[in-house]
């Protein structure tokens, strides 16, 4: 079998930023990394999981609404996958940056948070999540479309 894309990545070299992954026809895979893989600092399923519910509602709810294919947390649990059509790299971002400043200061009721919405509805916690997204908050505001690539 073939390795995938993702596993062709060095691991040991990623730092938390945003990075194209792949670019598949007119559709860009994100890799939003807000850990450094295999460091032992990983999301908690519930911080991924209250983070995936804001993350794609905010997306989805946005003026790039029409450009956001997918929104989904890694299994590594070390980051995101953002799934995009017709973005500039720079609109990307922004709209990378704009959901997690509404994550950070989000204070509500986790949307999707009930029993007939989601499969797991007792873990979420945006309390335990907002300083998460904080901290991935501020490594966006300090990146650039120039630091996109591997």
């Not at 989805?60 to 997918?70: F, M």
Request: glycine letters at 8%.
């Amino acid at each position: 079998m073939e390795r995938i894309a993702s596993f062709c990545v060095d691991h040991t070299t990623l730092r938390p930023g945003m990075y194209l992954s792949r670019r598949d026809g007119d559709v860009d895979t994100w890799d939003i990394r807000m850990k450094a893989p295999n460091q032992g600092d990983y999301l908690t399923t519930t911080e991924a999981h209250t983070l995936e519910h804001l993350f794609a509602t905010r997306a989805r709810n946005s003026r790039w609404a029409d450009h956001v294919i997918y929104v989904g947390p890694m299994g590594c649990r070390t980051g995101f996958y953002l799934l995009t059509r017709g973005l500039s790299d720079a609109e990307a971002l922004e709209l990378a940056t704009d959901c997690f400043a509404f994550m950070a200061e989000y204070d509500g009721p986790v949307p999707g948070a009930s029993e007939a919405e989601c499969g797991n509805w007792k873990d979420l916690d945006g309390a335990c999540a907002r300083p998460q997204a904080a901290a991935m908050l501020q490594v966006l505001r300090g990146w650039s479309p120039e630091k996109m690539r591997y």
